[in-house]
């Protein structure tokens, strides 16, 4: 078929007609399907099942001489800090091990430095306007939890490489106004890039304006890979200590899409000076996380190593429903100049760019028919996507099967709404 934009009108309504009436069969098939957030399938959660049995005894409950099932040890036990120190590739002392929420800790890291000034500096919130660099499309709860804090976002574009370091490299170093970047490294959410060598090494080598700017890198999908090509980080800790700019970068991991989303461990890494700002506040907040849950994962693990097998029947499930998105894509709107999307090794999510001005569109049109998407918008600060294009699919929860009819619609949805607007043309 030709590519819509080359199509006569009358071309284009006599495909309308035929895409419109495919798209009212689907309608009177009352589906309920669901893949607007990137949540682990049923299959997934049952690779950990034996987690909920593997701790079972008052002897196993002693670490170092400390009983875990009582008060202490705020920065996590020591074998599960190792766990993550690998994982990370960091130090052990840089690893402070939270609760089921690397969300959770992130938003205090936010929290913290707005009401607790660092580096000489007066708190974020006694500073007037501050700024966040927001790449972009991203990740919408980071954007949610800098607007909450009333920070200033300004996207950045992402490239193939990362985001716009020409871009990050000008606002960073002559803005004292502008106090972070979020960064998902490995796999972005959505769009599956892992940052390039040079990329992570522009980051180390940041000249920030202001004294108190920090990189919050959001390594959730470090081991998240979904075919045989994974892709390799470049270490932010190493590169930064290269450069004499350890204190830059605050890291983030959890379990949550590894074991239990709602029972996971979440980790923070960061420089001894970092920590010691954190941990004061930490102090405060509580007398320790859940312990008993990381001596469970630790119990069921035994090592980094073993999450990396782990991950491997993780791959097993994911694999194919990923297999599945793509080869609907290619099949059904290859050629057709409707939309373009990219193919990620990893992490938990397609990113598809449809035609411009299309695609809340498309994810109504979805919603209508029963298929429930990312809200269109969601992948940019304050939910406005100057395009109105990108759309996040997350293969991950429905079964294969449910996912085949729902990417069934998605690209008759896509396809609908650009014969839609070329014919308002």
Request: with cysteine; proline share 5%.
């Amino acid at each position: 078929m030709a590519m819509y934009s080359e199509m006569s009108r009358e071309e284009l309504l006599q495909e309308k007609l035929s895409l419109q009436k495919e798209y009212d069969e689907f309608k009177s098939r009352n589906l309920q399907l669901d893949m607007s957030r990137g949540k682990p399938g049923s299959e997934q959660l049952d690779l950990s099942l034996d987690m909920l049995t593997v701790l079972n005894s008052k002897e196993q409950c002693i670490v170092n001489g400390t009983d875990c099932r009582n008060y202490g040890i705020l920065d996590g036990i020591s074998s599960m800090k190792q766990i993550f120190a690998d994982l990370l590739e960091c130090g052990e002392d840089d690893i402070m091990v939270g609760g089921n929420s690397s969300l959770n800790m992130m938003f205090d890291a936010i929290a913290c430095m707005m009401h607790a000034g660092f580096e000489g500096c007066e708190p974020w919130e006694k500073q007037g306007e501050i700024k966040f660099l927001c790449p972009s499309p991203g990740y919408d709860r980071h954007f949610g939890v800098t607007q909450y804090f009333g920070i200033k976002m300004v996207p950045v574009p992402m490239t193939p490489t990362g985001p716009d370091m020409d871009i990050v490299e000008s606002l960073v170093e002559n803005d004292e106004k502008v106090k972070g970047i979020w960064c998902v490294p490995k796999y972005s959410n959505p769009q599956g890039i892992t940052y390039s060598d040079e990329t992570v090494t522009r980051f180390a080598k940041l000249k920030p304006a202001a004294k108190d700017f920090r990189i919050m890198w959001d390594n959730a999908y470090c081991i998240h890979d979904v075919t045989d090509k994974p892709e390799k980080l470049l270490s932010i800790v190493s590169e930064c200590k290269k450069y004499g700019n350890e204190d830059l970068p605050l890291i983030f991991a959890s379990t949550s899409k590894i074991t239990f989303p709602g029972s996971g461990v979440a980790a923070m890494a960061t420089s001894p000076r970092n920590m010691a700002l954190f941990k004061k506040r930490y102090h405060f907040q509580t007398i320790g996380y859940d312990k008993l849950n990381m001596l469970r994962h630790v119990l069921f693990f035994k090592n980094a190593d073993g999450v990396r097998e782990h991950m491997k029947k993780h791959k097993a499930v994911l694999a194919p429903r990923f297999n599945v998105v793509i080869s609907k894509l290619r099949s059904q709107l290859g050629g057709l100049g409707v939309a373009t999307w990219l193919e990620p090794n990893g992490g938990y999510f397609v990113s598809v760019d449809v035609m411009d001005g299309c695609a809340k569109r498309v994810v109504a049109l979805c919603k209508d028919a029963g298929v429930v998407l990312t809200g269109a918008g969601a992948t940019y600060p304050y939910g406005e996507d100057p395009h109105d294009s990108n759309i996040r699919i997350a293969p991950s929860f429905p079964p294969v099967a449910e996912l085949e009819v729902a990417m069934d619609l998605f690209c008759l949805s896509a396809k609908l709404a650009a014969v839609e607007k070329l014919l308002a043309q």
